[in-house]
């Protein structure tokens, strides 16, 4: 029997990787994590958590604002974008420490190094270290991908960058109609900037319910961003501090950045994975892995974004244990990736779980729809011209709820409880015997009696 250095070993030290290494390391493993960066991963680094401070931050215009309804007078404000920066980066280094805490205390091993492999079994580190291990987890996460190059390609940002500019932009272009595009442009609207988005598709939020798609457009058109569909930008020029982008229809932007965010991928370049003969899905050009999360090479098992099932950062966490669970626990854990809620934190906010009206018309023989567009109760001394969507997705057959969308204050907040009714298989019914608590904007889930809509889906007699 082979004598390795540990039972297993992690690339890349991020939120799935690190719940693997720590529940793995309670089971008794001899575990070690390499982390070429740092630790936490895009979430806690340069992802959801930064984001989610910004979106904070952005928001308290809008307060301010809405104070002077409710009777308050407020002197003068004044935004500084060095502060919130520097706040930022401190409770990013918090977490990042608290990660490393965690991680020493399960007995885990840290190592700041880059790690490829040499062969199946064995990983070469950056700092020149070899190492051996009878388990690998490839955790390495993903990037953000800029798309076909075009012309002044180099003065584009990512999502990478942007958490890091010295100066709030005064006008900003952002490319990509997905949620990380659309979280940005909220976020720099909401902190005073000119912000015009672009994407190439007929309307954003591709993958989301149409009614979602078209009442977040309108709210964030109404808050002044300015949304291009249909085009995309063909060239970018520098002129002294200033950009011109130029769009595939002939018009021109100035413009003091320019933002893509038009997807991620999976970060499998420059892992060794070709000594190992680790297959990658040829459609997402992620890690092929099956509902254990184990590649093609049995000791070797890949979680989150690095395999682009679901680029999420719970489920990352939830693949992470389950693997830990499944290969050191002796407890096989497959996880279930349906009905998982997510959310949206632009302005306004978007909370959804289930199956869109669309996807549900495509699978279930009859649909109900029940909707409800309303004007939230803070909006009415506040003089805010906003709206709130709510709708539920029912099979018309079993009458269990398939779907909840959320446009509006709270969406996230509230689609978190309701994904656990969803994922019970509530029935409308169930929702209808639930007593509304009064006065909320989440009541309305529960008071909608009249249906909007019934989709019966005919078959064609062969």
């Known amino acids: 029997m082979a004598n390795y250095d540990v039972d297993l070993f992690v690339i890349g030290g991020g939120s799935g990787g690190v719940r693997a290494a720590r529940i793995a390391a309670g089971y008794g493993a001899r575990v070690m994590v390499a982390e070429e960066y740092r630790v936490g991963g895009t979430c806690v680094i340069r992802g ?111 999502s990478n960058e942007v958490f890091h500019l010295p100066t709030l932009p005064r006008r900003i272009v952002i490319q990509g109609g997905g949620y990380i595009a659309l979280e940005f442009a909220s976020i720099f609207a909401g902190l005073g900037s000119d912000v015009t988005v672009i994407y190439r598709g007929d309307n954003i939020l591709r993958g989301f319910d149409g009614d979602v798609r078209a009442h977040l457009r309108s709210e964030m058109e109404k808050a002044g961003i300015e949304i291009v569909t249909g085009q995309t930008v063909t060239r970018v020029e520098k002129a002294n501090d200033e950009f011109v982008v130029h769009l595939s229809e002939g018009r021109c932007l100035d413009a003091d950045q320019v933002l893509f965010a038009i997807g991620r991928s999976p970060n499998v370049a420059g892992l060794g994975l070709e000594k190992t003969s680790v297959a990658l899905d040829p459609v997402s050009g992620g890690i092929k892995v099956d509902g254990f999360s184990q590649s093609s090479v049995p000791h070797i098992y890949a979680v989150g974004d690095v395999t682009h099932r679901l680029n999420l950062t719970p489920v990352a966490i939830r693949e992470g244990h389950a693997f830990a669970d499944s290969v050191f626990g002796g407890k096989a854990t497959r996880v279930d990736h349906s009905d998982i ?51 539920l997705v029912v099979d018309g057959d079993s009458d269990r709820v398939l779907g909840c969308h ?52 005919t078959v064609a007699a062969e």
């Open 48 to 158: 959801c958590v930064p984001k989610k401070l910004l979106v904070y931050a952005s928001h308290f215009r809008h307060d301010l604002e809405d104070a002077a309804g409710y009777g308050w007078t407020i002197p003068q404000s004044s935004f500084d974008w060095p502060t919130l920066i520097a706040n930022k980066d401190k409770e990013i280094a918090r977490l990042e420490a608290a990660y490393t805490a965690n991680l020493d205390k399960a007995g885990v091993t840290t190592v700041k190094a880059r790690a490829e492999f040499e062969d199946a079994h064995t990983l070469r580190l950056s700092d020149g270290r070899t190492v051996t291990a009878k388990t690998v987890l490839i955790a390495v996460g993903g990037a953000p991908s800029h798309g076909p190059g075009i012309p002044g390609i180099e003065h584009v940002i990512s």
């Open 406 to 457: 959320i446009v509006g204050d709270g969406a996230a907040e509230i689609i978190q409880a309701v994904g656990i009714a969803v994922k019970m298989k509530a029935t409308k019914a169930d929702f209808d015997a639930t007593m509304a608590l009064h006065p909320t904007a989440a009541e309305e889930l529960v008071t909608m009696r009249t249906r909007n809509a019934r989709h019966v889906r």
């Open 341 to 391: 809620a997510t959310a949206v934190f632009t302005q306004p906010e978007v909370g959804t779980v289930g199956l869109t009206e669309e996807q549900a018309r495509t699978k279930f023989a009859t649909v109900d729809i029940y909707k409800t567009d309303f004007r939230p109760m803070k909006a009415t001394l506040a003089g805010r011209d906003t709206r709130m969507l709510m709708k």
